[in-house]
Nanobody, 124 residues
C-alpha cells in the first residue's frame, strides 16, 4: 500500500522559511516523479513544484520561482520543499504527490498518489 506522509508545516512570519518533507512508502520511490501542490481556502489546488525521478529536472510555478526549492533523496524515499521568503499568499495546505510517469510535471493528472497535506500559515 502506498503512503505519502508530509511534515514540516506550521506558522511562520512573512519573510521566514520552512522546509516540508514527504516520506514515501510502498512504492519504488526512485522511479517516481514527485510534486508539491497547494490549496488555499476557496481556491483550486495548484501546482507548486515538481522533480523528475532522477532529480535531474525540476519545475516551479512562477509564483514561487527563486523562493522555493524542491529536492529529493532517493536513499531516504523522501522529497523536500525548501520555502524561503514566505509571503501571506503562500498560506495553504501543501500536498505531496507521486507519479509513475516519472517526469514530475505541473499537472495533477500526472500523479497517482497523494498525501494528506500539511498546513502552512504565513502571517503578515
Amino acid at each position: 500500500q502506498v503512503h505519502l506522509v508530509e511534515s514540516g508545516g506550521g506558522l511562520v512570519q512573512a519573510g521566514g522559511s520552512l522546509r516540508l518533507s514527504c516520506a514515501a512508502s510502498g512504492v519504488t520511490f526512485s522511479r517516481y516523479g514527485m510534486g508539491w501542490f497547494r490549496q488555499a481556502p476557496g481556491k483550486e489546488r495548484e501546482f507548486v513544484a515538481g522533480i523528475s525521478w532522477s532529480g535531474g529536472s525540476t519545475y516551479y510555478a512562477d509564483s514561487v520561482k527563486g523562493r522555493f526549492t524542491i529536492s529529493r533523496d532517493n536513499a531516504k524515499n523522501t522529497v523536500y520543499l525548501q520555502m524561503n521568503s514566505l509571503k501571506p499568499e503562500d498560506t495553504a495546505v501543501y500536498y505531496c504527490a507521486g507519479g509513475r510517469y516519472g517526469g514530475g510535471g505541473n499537472t495533477a493528472y500526472e500523479y497517482d498518489y497523494w498525501g494528506q497535506g500539511t498546513q502552512v500559515t504565513v502571517s503578515s
